[in-house]
């Protein structure tokens, strides 16, 4: 039996403990609120003021601003950080985001954030979907959930240059996150990884894609938030630095 079933088999036994762990976390962790300022904006350099590049973040909470100060310390703001910081330019960035979301939700929201982009909008350098925790922790089925991204990915690609690159953030370890019990947390990680084959297998089958796998230290307290479920801003950055290097490296490539 394929690895992407393992998970739910493990679960089945272990319901009524895994339920009552989950109620248990939900009611002890902190609720963070999403950023409230504006979700959108601009990096910029003196020396090349009209080479723009523009980013676009799609997904759940990190996208929204939670675990951080406001939109500026959140990775869509954070990655245009680290891109305008590396090419001396301006980087024009926005996020679309919410706390909670799952894969579903974007392409509910997408109809809308394209409506208030206008035909006009020039296409976007860079995408960056980060989604997978909320997935995870509804034991979304691996055939939803890659039907959902394969429609997902369909969108976004025409919303693309012909050079730019959509980033598959890799869904984090939930079997080290710091707020989660055992087994709930071992439970939770395999299930991670198997959607999280998912987002390498899409791709790897698609022109345009990559996948970057989650490499923070998720045990080092300074790069989460005082939930132990988000990064903070330290993590934040960390993991901007690690998608803007990807997208230089593609773009040096072609």
């Keep these: ?16 403990l895994l339920a009552w762990q989950g109620r248990r976390t939900r009611a002890a962790t902190p609720r963070l609120p999403e950023a409230s300022d504006q ?9 090349r003021p009209v080479d723009n590049l523009r980013v676009l973040g799609i997904g759940e909470s990190p996208v929204a ?11 869509t703001a954070q990655m245009a950080k680290a891109l305008a910081d590396k090419l001396d330019t301006a980087v024009e960035w926005q996020a679309l985001g919410r706390n909670g979301a799952r894969l579903s939700w974007a392409r509910q929201a997408l109809p809308a954030f394209r409506q208030a982009q206008g035909h006009a909008s020039p296409a976007w350098d860079l ?18 959930y890659r039907a959902e991204l394969q429609s997902l990915l369909d969108e976004l690609q025409m919303l693309l240059k012909s050079s730019g690159l959509i980033v598959l953030a890799g869904v984090p370890p939930m ?6 019990p055992a087994p709930l947390r071992q439970v939770l990680g395999m ?13 790897l089958s698609r022109q345009q ?3 970057l796998p ?33 997208f230089l490296q593609n773009r040096q490539e072609k």
């Design 1 to 16: 039996m394929k690895f992407s079933y393992w998970p739910e088999l493990l679960a089945a036994p272990l319901y009524p």
């Design 39 to 47: 979700a959108h904006g601009l990096w910029t350099h003196a020396s």
């Design 65 to 75: 601003g939670v675990g951080v100060a406001n939109y500026q310390e959140a990775i």
């Design 127 to 144: 995408i960056l979907v980060a989604f997978g925790v909320n997935d995870t922790t509804s034991f979304c089925a691996v055939n939803s």
């Design 175 to 180: 079997q080290v996150f710091p707020a989660l």
């Design 191 to 203: 299930k991670a990884r198997a959607l999280d084959q998912i987002n390498r297998e899409m791709a």
């Design 209 to 211: 894609v990559l996948h």
């Design 214 to 246: 989650f490499t923070a230290n998720l045990q080092d307290a300074r790069q989460m938030a005082e939930d132990g479920y988000h990064p903070s801003a330290l993590g934040v950055s960390i993991w901007a630095e690690e998608l803007a290097k990807t």
